[in-house]
């Protein structure tokens, strides 16, 4: 099996085939389980959302779409989009078993917080077959946790705690799940304290670890990251080691987005809705993927000037 670090690179890559307005389905999709979370990261699109969004995604609609995504060829699935798919456990382990064992999707992957991954939920989600589980772990101490992650320290030792746990979980029952973690790479002191953390308490217990630039989330959290004070690299352009021009940007691409509300988004960081190209309770996956506005959002991309499109503001291209 392919390591994390090569998948990540393979979807963040665009291939010839790819380099089109109208295209075959992507490589990969994430689909958001739930759009709610526990944290507050001063990094993160969520923090533009006045509110919070209640209601998780149905079951019926998720069914229904991942058949359409196999059919029409895509091969992997990740059952997250921007929220904590461990905010609701049972939905998530019923996606998972789903996409495993009815349509034999080929790789399902999870990205969490890892604060309310407890030992029965990890353990449910590697029997239905969870491919992958990578951590984010972007807090070297309690101090730093609750600055930008703007929630209870108790939380940092939490997430630690069932980190390990996960570790345990699979051991005991010879489970085949990877486990990874990534984290943004600060400077000087931050970065000596986050090796320090990794070494102890992250690394012993994942396959792999990875480090991410500090990005910003289009043009959303800019204003909450220089309260912060950190610069953040222009947009996602993927992992420090494979790093992407902005522009045309990959997730319009190869990725798909899909929100608990069942719109599909151009953005992989899409809070508010803004780069909604197709509702897929109305449409098919491959009809939205290959809607009128989305054609035209690539085409714009591939000619390297978005002014006049949703993309405009983004932080990647100013």
């Given at each position: 099996?392919?390591?994390?670090?090569?998948?990540?690179?393979?979807?963040t890559?665009?291939?010839?085939?790819?380099?089109n307005?109208?295209?075959?389905?992507p490589?990969?999709?994430?689909?958001?389980?739930?759009?709610?979370?526990?944290?507050?990261?001063?990094?993160?699109?969520l923090?533009?959302?006045?509110v919070?969004?209640?209601?998780?995604m149905?079951?019926?609609?998720?069914?229904?779409i991942?058949?359409?995504?196999?059919?029409?060829?895509?091969?992997?699935?990740?059952?997250?989009y921007?929220g904590?798919?461990?905010m609701?456990p049972?939905l998530?382990v019923?996606?998972?078993?789903?996409l495993?064992?009815?349509i034999?999707?080929?790789y399902?992957?999870?990205?969490?917080n890892?604060?309310m991954?407890?030992?029965?939920?990890?353990?449910?989600?590697?029997k239905a077959?969870?491919?992958s589980?990578?951590?984010?772990?972007?807090?070297a101490d309690?101090?730093?946790f609750?600055?930008?992650?703007?929630v209870?320290?108790r939380?940092?030792?939490?997430?630690?705690?069932?980190?390990?746990?996960?570790?345990?979980?699979?051991?005991?029952?010879?489970?085949r799940t990877?486990l990874?973690?990534?984290?943004?790479?600060?400077?000087g002191e931050?970065?000596d304290?986050?090796?320090?953390?990794?070494?102890e308490?992250?690394?012993?217990?994942?396959?792999?670890h990875?480090?991410l630039?500090l990005y910003?989330m289009?043009?959303f959290?800019t204003?909450?990251e220089?309260q912060?004070?950190?610069?953040?690299?222009a947009?996602?352009?993927?992992r420090?080691?494979?790093?992407?021009?902005?522009l045309p940007?990959?997730?319009?691409?190869?990725e798909g987005?899909v929100t608990?509300?069942?719109?599909?988004?151009a953005?992989?960081?899409?809070?508010?809705a803004?780069?909604?190209?197709g509702?897929?309770?109305?449409q098919?996956f491959?009809?939205?993927?290959?809607?009128?506005?989305?054609?035209k959002?690539?085409?714009?991309h591939?000619r390297?000037?978005v002014?006049?499109?949703?993309c405009?503001?983004?932080?990647?291209?100013?």
């Amino acid at each position: 099996m392919a390591s994390i670090t090569d998948r990540i690179d393979n979807v963040t890559r665009i291939p010839p085939a790819y380099l089109n307005a109208a295209l075959p389905a992507p490589k990969s999709v994430k689909i958001e389980i739930s759009p709610r979370c526990n944290y507050r990261c001063g990094f993160c699109a969520l923090r533009t959302r006045e509110v919070q969004p209640k209601w998780d995604m149905d079951f019926g609609l998720f069914k229904r779409i991942t058949r359409e995504m196999r059919d029409a060829g895509v091969g992997e699935i990740g059952v997250f989009y921007l929220g904590e798919s461990f905010m609701n456990p049972r939905l998530l382990v019923d996606c998972i078993a789903w996409l495993k064992r009815d349509i034999e999707m080929p790789y399902v992957f999870l990205t969490s917080n890892a604060s309310m991954a407890f030992a029965e939920a990890l353990e449910e989600c590697m029997k239905a077959g969870l491919d992958s589980l990578k951590w984010s772990v972007n807090a070297a101490d309690e101090a730093q946790f609750e600055r930008i992650m703007g929630v209870a320290p108790r939380l940092f030792h939490r997430a630690l705690e069932n980190i390990k746990a996960a570790w345990e979980v699979r051991k005991r029952g010879g489970y085949r799940t990877g486990l990874y973690a990534s984290s943004i790479r600060y400077d000087g002191e931050q970065l000596d304290r986050m090796e320090r953390l990794l070494a102890e308490r992250v690394r012993p217990y994942v396959d792999q670890h990875y480090w991410l630039p500090l990005y910003s989330m289009g043009a959303f959290a800019t204003l909450r990251e220089e309260q912060l004070g950190y610069r953040p690299t222009a947009g996602n352009q993927g992992r420090l080691g494979a790093l992407r021009e902005p522009l045309p940007c990959w997730s319009a691409f190869t990725e798909g987005h899909v929100t608990a509300e069942g719109k599909l988004s151009a953005c992989c960081f899409d809070a508010t809705a803004n780069w909604t190209m197709g509702d897929l309770t109305r449409q098919s996956f491959m009809d939205a993927w290959n809607s009128e506005s989305f054609v035209k959002l690539r085409a714009a991309h591939l000619r390297k000037n978005v002014s006049g499109t949703v993309c405009e503001n983004c932080i990647a291209y100013s």
